[in-house]
């Protein structure tokens, strides 16, 4: 369901206050609490996604009041099926190899090394993971297409080759590896290697049995979501994969929206769901192993410049890649944005003003997208802020039992169901009373926020669990009553984590694409919505507006990201 | 002021506070000791009100506190590591408490002025407490305590993390500064200097039991057992049977004081009862490590048969090792402790 980030999770394992912890009395007043944080997400969570997938799945394997389980093995001999299949996973774990080929020795760099600009090439390497996909898309189009840079230039087309498909996963999943890896690489101890290395082992060595083994589960880790974001790719795939290549989750939409054939999309979704279920698990497992006291320092103590010329053709290595594959396409998008055929202008953004230039296509001028995705995306950050920090403070109590573990995995699930499913879902259950939302605005933000909500969770989480209990004590020792303590303390200490979970919430609610395509209404698109509507279209016009309103689009997400990076002076969160 | 009536605290199957009873008078300094895992933090958690109780009751000033939740107990609390809240700066931690307890914003002020002159850090309000020093930050984390007043001011390892010559120069500041306010206090550590420095009276713990209370002196002359004895350091320890006024042991008779208790007991020679002579008087021994402590030498011997021994000798007495001399016990320093088990 888009670029949702749940990247590590490495939790400060909050030191045991005392010996033991809650007995008796005081574990059933926690339990009690903690219920309470829960209900209003679990509720959230039933009557938004449990509901909607439900019934559509239902929908589509029932028959005459029966289920009709024997759909499942028919779809699943079809031979186009199988190959959807099939593409879905190679693809993802050839995404996965080459994004992890190509980032790691950015993640090193940007751990070890001191240089001017490090702020800002951290800075510009995150852009691309808060961009909506439809923006890459847009921008791969631009570089490796019909008519595009590379055409114009050399004649060269990528668009009809599956090589446009991994570059653009490899451009949007290079943050997930460089924060992931990175994140910890900087904060290993320099000194462990010393230490191997006094005791006789040579620099590679000491390298392969000290810091390899520490790095291992962060790559696993960052590899998985790398995978998970591939397998479940949609706006990529629909812009550039063309009628040759389709994932489950594009095929899942061909299927459900041009082909109105319920049964296979149902398959497809539960097909989907195992999957992305398997590989958070794994997921999950490898975060735990990551959890192992490592002891880690500050990050700030740990860089050096580089030495010699094997270290500054290192970086000078990373800095060319960042250049060719992440601004080259932007520079790109924006110059074709520009590129109108009496010249460089701002043609292209004068014709979003209004709806007749661009036939039937849109009822409303394009550029009333831009209104209508800002505020929808307001609202729906809004939202999960308030259902994610409730779910964060239940998770945060300690001593969390198997119920609160299973909440915890509750909360990833929207990773994992065709976001396609979802918007679709809301359509077919959302229309009725006493829940007829379907002429409403505000389904839109709910779809787009329950993508907001297991970043919003992962991000305070960590951050909460790591404020010692006793300064909650100790405030409530000098008079502070629990809600108190929690105002005095928590929140002060999580602000800054609250305004990092915000941005990132705002930024993917403001690029989710899979849902809103079914649930936006035509008289209000949003960015994406309104920029996959241009792609639809032929002619020069068309194309340079989907440029242009892919570039206004790319421009709000950096610019919540700039901000973001200001205010994320801690290591809170990991991405 | 603070009276505990047979408080208990179980964590799954481990009792980690077994029916302790406990007095702490006005104006009293107490310190419970004992080694980690003998239930002393469960029992300062238990008055402040952060572990529940699984039985017994806390009363301060003759009130039963089951009701009352940690925020309304009025109490003290020093943190081992001090907690500090690091998003406050030195002054508003120390005001904390007096906000919490709606103090105008004025006397919260002037009253933080005062306790920050008053544990040595004048002018520190504006500093961030990262910035501190760990002995400063005891001293914030004291001031902080002190604030609203509380009627009893419990110390948790209060010198714990700090290097050894500090502690030395803070435990006198604070007995001085808890005796010029009259502040009630219960304490908690594992060091017996820190114990013996600062309390009026010691209690020492294990398992979770009191094994022993009373002054720093009655707990040093007479530890009420073995355990208690090797607590505090002493090594010297053997099976014994008194008869009269010497004791029967695998080092020989060794001579004990007047009116010792009669039978099978547990003998304690001080180091400084040890006496050390020519290879034919007494016990027979090899004189083995040699550890220098400043002011005296302490010696290992190891005689013949039984367990070694600890001995203080002066600086310039002291016997080469390998050397084999004899060891003969002075009466004034054997304290005969009930028999082990």
């Given amino acids: 369901m888009g670029p949702v980030v749940v990247l590590a999770r490495r939790e400060v394992t909050a030191r045991p206050s005392g010996k033991g912890g809650r007995t008796g009395k005081g574990d059933a007043r926690g339990n009690a609490v903690r219920l309470g944080l829960m209900a209003v997400p679990v509720a959230f969570f039933a009557l938004f996604f449990a509901y909607p997938v439900v019934a559509i799945v239902g929908r589509g394997l029932k028959a005459d009041g029966h289920w009709q389980f024997g759909r499942i093995g028919t779809v699943l001999s079809r031979p186009d099926i199988l190959d959807v299949l099939w593409f879905t996973t190679w693809q993802a774990l050839a995404s996965t190899v080459l994004t992890l080929l190509i980032a790691l020795p950015g993640a090193y760099v940007l751990a070890r090394f001191d240089f001017p600009g490090k702020q800002l090439l951290r800075a510009v390497v995150t852009v691309p993971f808060v961009l909506p996909t439809v923006v890459v898309g847009t921008a791969f189009l631009a570089l490796l297409g019909r008519g595009g840079f590379l055409d114009e230039l050399w004649g060269v087309r990528l668009d009809t ?23 910890l690489w900087s904060q290993l101890d320099p000194r462990q290697e010393e230490a191997a290395r006094v005791l006789g082992a040579g620099r590679l060595a000491a390298w392969r049995r000290v810091t390899l083994p520490a790095l291992a589960p962060a790559v696993a880790a ?9 397998f479940t790719s949609f706006g990529v795939v629909q812009i550039l994969g063309g009628p040759a290549y389709s994932t489950l989750e594009v095929e899942i939409y061909r299927q459900t929206a041009q082909l109105l054939d319920l049964p296979t999309a149902a398959v497809l979704t539960l097909v989907q769901f195992a999957a992305v279920a398997g590989i958070l698990a794994v997921h999950a497992w490898t975060v735990r192993r990551r959890e192992t006291a490592l002891k880690l320092v500050d990050p700030a103590q740990t860089s050096r410049p580089p030495r010699g010329a094997g270290q500054r053709a290192l970086l000078g290595g990373v800095l060319l890649t960042v250049l060719l594959l992440i601004l080259l396409p932007l520079g790109v998008l924006v110059e074709r944005s520009l590129d109108t055929s009496g010249g460089y202008g701002f043609g292209f953004y004068r014709a979003l003003q209004s709806a007749d230039s661009n036939g039937s296509t849109f009822l409303v001028p394009p550029l009333d997208a831009i209104g209508n995705s800002l505020r929808y995306a307001l609202v729906a950050t809004l939202i999960a802020l308030v259902i994610g920090g409730l779910a964060a403070a239940a998770l945060t109590r300690r001593r969390a039992g198997r119920l609160v573990r299973g909440f915890d995995a509750l909360l990833m699930l929207p990773l994992g169901v065709s976001a396609v499913t979802v918007g679709f879902g809301f359509l077919i259950t959302l229309d009725k009373p006493p829940l007829d939302l379907r002429t409403s605005w505000i389904l839109v933000p709910l779809a787009q926020a329950l993508v907001g909500v297991p970043f919003v969770v992962r991000t305070m989480l960590p951050v909460l669990r790591a404020v010692d209990d006793r300064l909650r004590e100790a405030a409530a020792v000098l008079g502070a009553s629990p809600l108190r303590a929690w105002r005095e303390v928590d929140l002060p200490l999580v602000r800054r984590a609250v305004l990092v979970a915000a941005g990132f919430a705002f930024a993917v609610s403001l690029g989710e694409f899979g849902a809103t395509v079914f649930i936006a209404r035509p008289d209000n698109p949003t960015l994406p919505v309104a920029v996959a509507r241009l792609l639809g279209r032929s002619g020069e016009l068309n194309y340079g507006q989907a440029m242009a309103l892919s570039t206004i689009l790319m421009l709000v997400c950096a610019v919540s990201l700039l901000l973001l990076e200001r205010i994320r002076t801690d290591r809170s969160g990991e991405f | 002021m603070l009276a505990v009536e047979s408080a208990t605290v179980r964590f799954g199957r481990r009792t980690a506070l077994d029916a302790v009873d406990l007095e702490v008078a006005d104006h009293e300094i107490v310190c419970v000791l004992g080694p980690s895992g003998s239930g002393k933090s469960t029992l300062l958690r238990a008055v402040a009100g952060l572990q529940p109780l699984d039985g017994g009751r806390v009363f301060l000033d003759g009130v039963d506190q089951a009701s009352l939740p940690v925020h309304r107990r009025g109490l003290g609390l020093m943190f081992q590591d001090h907690q500090l809240f690091p998003h406050r700066d030195v002054g508003a931690n120390v005001a904390f408490g007096l906000r919490m307890h709606g103090v105008p914003r004025a006397e919260r002020d002037r009253r933080a002025g005062e306790l920050l002159d008053m544990v040595g850090l004048p002018g520190a309000g504006r500093r961030a407490v990262a910035a501190l020093s760990g002995g400063e930050q005891q001293r914030v984390a004291l001031a902080r305590a002190l604030a609203p007043r509380p009627k009893l001011l419990m110390l948790d390892e209060p010198l714990g993390q700090l290097d050894r010559s500090l502690r030395e120069r803070l435990v006198v500041e604070l007995r001085t500064l808890f005796g010029r306010l009259g502040t009630t206090v219960l304490a908690v550590t594992h060091d017996q200097g820190e114990a013996f420095a600062l309390a009026d009276r010691v209690v020492v713990m294990r398992d979770g039991r009191i094994a022993q209370q009373g002054t720093p002196l009655e ?58 002579g020519g290879p034919k008087e007494g016990l027979r021994c090899t004189v083995g490590v040699r550890t220098f402590r400043g002011h005296h030498v302490t010696v290992a011997l190891h005689p013949g048969d039984g367990p070694s021994l600890q001995a203080e000798c002066g600086l310039r007495d002291t016997p080469e090792e390998g050397d084999v001399v004899g060891v003969t016990f002075d009466p004034a320093e054997t304290v005969v402790l009930p028999p082990a088990g």
Avoid at chain 1, 161 to 183: E, P, Q, S
Avoid at chain 1, 223 to 230: D, G, N
Avoid at chain 2, 225 to 254: E, H, I, Q, Y
Avoid at chain 2, 255 to 268: F, I, K, N
Wanted: proline fraction near 4%; aromatic fraction near 12%.
């Fill in chain 1, 222 to 230: 960052a590899a998985l979501m790398v995978f998970l974001f591939t």
């Fill in chain 1, 161 to 183: 080759t599956v090589w446009a498909i991994l570059l653009a996963h490899v451009f949007f999943n290079y943050a997930v590896v460089v924060r992931t890896v990175g994140g």
């Fill in chain 2, 219 to 276: 707990v040093w002359q007479q530890p009420a057992s073995a355990f208690v004895a090797r607590f505090l350091g002493f090594d010297n320890l053997v099976d014994a049977t008194v008869t009269g006024s010497a004791a029967d042991t695998v080092w020989g008779k060794v001579p004990v004081p007047e009116d010792s208790s009669q039978g099978e007991c547990e003998l304690l020679v001080r180091p400084g009862g040890v006496r050390i």
